[in-house]
């Protein structure tokens, strides 16, 4: 008898209609055969690719959209935060396609080291993978290009100033003239955009995807880019009809906690001492020289720690991290050179003794602890200094005065977070423009701060600015213009006269750590600005100086209200924890690159 073609009963989800079972457990009537439609055929191969390949039993959260939309060969930018699987959205659909006969998927990346990450782990998954980059000699390099050009090749990893070469291109003219060009991946997406984190001009030239290859679906990934980053990724990729992704950016396993710096290197040691003794985690410094001196630091104290820099040589780098790739409970310390596209899924925490430039950079590498959905430890150590740091790069910066202004507003979103007496991840996903409910897992959730009303210490410090530039002609630093408003009859204070002027000693009340509180907010919020003094040595330094936005403080117009202390020590009642954080579902059960 002929067969009877019925719609598959299993819909979308069935991979395996040629057995007597469907997946959902329907028996198939004899004289039967379960057909599938177009689109629930493309979504049977994906999962087919997602079990067979890469061993995963489901697509998680948007994953599956992502992948069908982009197999269908639509173009489409997608915001995921670290852990959440972003290279299985484009490894998939480049898998199905070359099963589909459309050809390989060039994979743009940044990083050497993270090009052979994934061409390693898709090499372990049985995937044709190869990268083209400075590593490989000539006879390596033109076995690639041989066999991208015999169809041996699923996916290619090549970094942006490569791919817009004469020779590059040329092998993608071939490519596309055959109809063997099938999906371009843009990975670490932000760096395209002056207002990231990672801003990398070579990424600029990839408009030339979508002039020089019409029809060639892209797909774009970032795990951070707020609106302004967002809008100008869509602009410089040519992305104005591309679907947008936007995954959540709450990572609810993940606890945030900022401390005040005061010793920050013995505030670190306690910290892992006592919450974190032989676990994986990594711990950002602002130079190559902090680096190294906090690793030898940490060996010293019988921690397992390396040191990562760009300075360090390539052999040097390579083993230290491969040492933390392969080994338990190695502390990676380094700067901003290390952890794009490193896959270890079990480091316990990321620390920051110097605070990073923006939000975006200080959640891309906090998004690195927890990504086997554990819980995990976002700690950092904040002070004067670093607002200092911070305001005066940007301030010294060639760039033109409406990209400093960008900066400003992105360092001071930061600085709003590290100052935040109320939730932690309220905050930080609000700047993602996400809304969201007090977590109960940060350390102002946990350990609501004590807060004092410092209106009255603040106008006092912004008249002793005043009245000291006012009496010498000239601007004071923040060491002097505490000991004018404590009083205290120093060297310097009696040689300029500054015993005599209305200021002396009228704040003798309060402490110097109160002081360099109420200051740092200050230079947060902009109500206190630098001066840099150069002196004919060439060496120089910063003064205080008031700003616009100094008088409706010293007004009383604006109030300023601060945490008694955040230098407490952050073990307080706490426990070793391996749990996702309480009050927050969705914690990450599936660890994806």
């Not at 992704?245 to 001492?273: C, H």
């Not at 500054?498 to 109160?514: L, V, W």
């Amino acid at each position: 008898a002929q067969s009877t073609i019925r719609p598959c009963p299993g819909g979308a989800r069935c991979a395996c209609c040629r057995q007597n079972t469907s997946p959902i457990g329907l028996q198939r009537p004899p004289g039967v055969r379960w057909q599938l439609s177009k689109q629930e055929s493309t979504v049977s191969a994906a999962l087919s690719v997602l079990h067979g390949v890469f061993g995963y039993p489901a697509f998680r959260g948007p994953q599956e959209a992502i992948v069908d939309h982009v197999i269908a060969g639509g173009d489409a930018l997608v915001l995921m935060p670290t852990g959440g699987g972003k290279s299985l959205c484009y490894q998939v659909p480049a898998i199905v396609r070359q099963q589909q006969g459309r050809g390989v998927t060039i994979v743009v990346s940044p990083l050497i080291a993270l090009m052979h990450d994934q061409v390693g782990a898709l090499h372990e998954a049985g995937v044709d993978a190869a990268f083209l980059n400075s590593t490989l000699d000539w006879e390596q390099t033109q076995d690639v290009e041989l066999r991208l050009q015999t169809g041996a090749i699923t996916l290619l990893y090549a970094a942006p100033e490569r791919l817009t070469t004469p020779r590059f291109l040329g092998l993608l003219d071939d490519l596309y003239q055959q109809g063997h060009l099938s999906l371009f991946a843009i990975d670490e997406a932000h760096c395209v955009s002056q207002w990231g984190h990672d801003f990398r001009p070579e990424y600029r030239a990839l408009s030339i995807l979508h002039e020089r290859y019409a029809g060639v679906p892209r797909i774009a990934l970032t795990a951070t880019a707020d609106a302004l980053t967002r809008a100008d990724i869509i602009e410089r990729l040519r992305l104005e009809e591309a679907q947008l992704f936007i995954s959540s950016f709450d990572r609810p396993n993940i606890r945030y906690t900022i401390v005040e710096k005061k010793d920050a290197t013995t505030q670190l040691l306690r910290f892992i001492e006592r919450e974190h003794a032989g676990d994986a985690g990594v711990v950002y410094c602002q130079s190559r020289k902090r680096v190294e001196e906090l690793a030898a630091t940490l060996v010293e104290a019988g921690i397992a720690a390396l040191p990562y820099h760009a300075g360090l040589p390539a052999d040097v780098r390579q083993q230290n991290q491969n040492r933390f790739l392969r080994e338990e409970g190695i502390v990676m310390v380094a700067t901003i050179a290390f952890g794009m596209g490193i896959d270890k899924p079990d480091v316990r925490f990321v620390g920051h003794v110097d605070m990073p430039k923006n939000i975006e950079g200080y959640y891309q590498e906090t998004g690195r602890a927890g990504r086997d959905g554990l819980a995990a430890d976002a700690w950092m150590a904040y002070g004067l200094q670093d607002v200092v740091n911070q305001r005066r790069m940007i301030d010294e910066s060639p760039a033109g005065e409406e990209f400093k202004q960008g900066l400003r507003g992105k360092l001071d979103a930061l600085l709003g977070l590290a100052e935040a007496t109320d939730c932690r991840r309220v905050r930080l996903l609000a700047y993602f423009g996400e809304a969201s409910e007090p977590c109960g897992n940060c350390d102002n959730c946990l350990h609501p701060p004590e807060v004092w009303d410092a209106t009255d210490c603040a106008r006092k410090l912004l008249s002793t600015i005043y009245r000291v530039h006012q009496s010498s002609g000239i601007g004071f630093g923040t060491g002097h213009i505490m000991d004018v408003l404590r009083g205290k009859k120093t060297e310097k204070v009696e040689q300029f006269g500054h015993d005599k002027i209305s200021t002396f000693g009228i704040g003798a009340e309060f402490t110097e750590p109160q002081l360099r509180a109420v200051l740092r907010q200050l230079l947060a919020t902009g109500a206190v600005g630098l001066h840099k003094v150069l002196l004919e040595s060439g060496h120089g330094f910063d003064t205080l100086c008031l700003t616009d936005a100094s008088r409706a403080v010293l007004r009383g117009e604006v109030p300023v209200r601060l945490r008694a202390s955040t230098a407490a020590a952050s073990g307080r009642d706490r426990k070793r924890r391996r749990q996702p954080g309480p009050g927050r579902a969705g914690a990450l059960h599936q660890p994806q690159s």
